[in-house]
């Protein structure tokens, strides 16, 4: 069996081939596996490079600290490890039961994501304004788990906020609608149109959860969540009665491995390799970006770099800082963006489609916009297809179902409408 240091260096190594996969063939393209695998290193390769770096006989002991630690941060977190490298399941300690509210550093309540039961969706009918709320953003792509759609309504308040908020030139306005996020697991059925986008009403059938939107517009999934990101949430009744059953006490992290150990070359090679995954972590935060990020390039960079930092470890004094030192140097050449691909017309296939309505956002204003990123064939249908994207700036239409992500499709571009059959228009 593998030491818990290799494992650990084994996993980042795993982690670097898992995105190159889901990035080799824009066919299988998941923005959102990508950035949640990238992720992960955002906080542990620093661990990793401690663990390697230590006494031998400390080696083991703060690799499966490190590890224990990495999983600490819910359950999905440690399934995704596991899903990694499925050894690690009966090493890790379980997940944790997650609370569904919280208290910031004022001891006021505020909601995390809840399952959307029966009660759920009756307590945000109480508390908000669902039949006046609007669709501020919708955002559908394919995933490990079929269709997933994330749905963000602004909705005004049934109960009345004690104060105002405070804008940016000091005087006292009234709080905007209030954001409620659902996210639709396995979707079965979506129809969405942008002029069409007011009002919802949420259900729960022997289905799953549905949501009518507007006048014919419908969600139909096997399972949802919603999060109400709102910042009067605790004067809510949901929000009141919380209060009186959540702990004051805040749930404790494990702590990290210590860190003052490293030299400067290690540092160096431990910034530009997280410099590295947060590039390809753009994938998911910045789908209109999506097309121009090498994926592949900072998968050839990185491969290996478990395996390398073992190696690096490994030598003694002034060699391992010799080593660290070529290792900086290698990681340190993020691969530059690339001009993205348009989408044109022929062969597609859709992988990522976003709409955001007109809004202000805390003094803020956005414009509407629609973003679409798709799987293209080269000249070669041998060849592994890459990816396009488009943006439009206040498309006067957007309409989409879910038939737009039905294998491939061939999708209309002209200079003023992108089309796939009724199945997806865009102006």
Known sequence: MSSPLETFAGLLDRSIREIATLATDARSFDATRIGRIADIWDNNTLPLVVAAGAPWPLRSRRASSALRWMADLGADRRGLIVDLDPSLDRVLPTARPERSVHRDYQGRVFPGTFRLTAEIIDALAHDYDLANGSVRSLTARPSDEGLLVHLTLATPRRFTPSTGRVSR???????????????????????????????????????????????????????????????????????????????????????????????????????????????????????????????????????????????????????????????????????????????????????????????????????????????????????????????????????????????????HHDDSVLRIGDALVVR
């Open 169 to 411: 030139d000091g005087s006292t306005m009234p709080w905007p609608a209030a954001p409620l996020r659902f996210t639709f697991n396995g979707v079965t059925d979506l129809q969405f149109d942008a002029d069409d986008r007011i009002g919802m009403v949420v259900s729960r059938t022997s289905f799953g959860p549905a949501v009518a939107i507007g006048r014919s517009g419908l969600l139909q999934a096997t399972e949802a969540s919603v999060w109400p990101d709102d910042p009067r949430w605790y004067e809510s009744t949901a929000g009141q009665a919380a209060d009186l059953t959540t702990p004051h006490t805040r749930p404790q992290r494990r702590k990290p491995a210590p860190t003052s150990t490293l030299t400067a070359p290690q540092r160096a090679a431990t910034r530009a390799l997280i410099m590295l995954m947060n590039h390809a972590r753009l994938v998911h935060h910045y789908p209109n970006l999506a097309a121009g990020v090498p994926i592949l390039d900072i998968c050839r960079v990185a491969a290996d770099a478990g395996s390398a930092i073992l190696a690096a470890s490994a030598r003694r004094e002034a060699e391992r800082q010799t080593a660290f030192a070529e290792l900086e140097q290698r990681w340190r050449h993020v691969p530059p963006k690339v001009p993205p691909a348009a989408i044109r017309s022929g062969p597609v296939m859709l992988r990522h489609a976003r709409y955001d309505e007109p809004h202000d956002d805390y003094d803020v204003p956005h414009h509407s916009r629609a973003v679409l990123l798709a799987a293209v064939p080269g000249a070669d249908p041998a060849v592994p297809w890459t990816l396009a994207s488009e943006e439009i700036t206040r498309p006067s239409r957007f309409r989409i179902t879910s038939t737009a992500f039905d294998e491939v499709q061939h999708i």
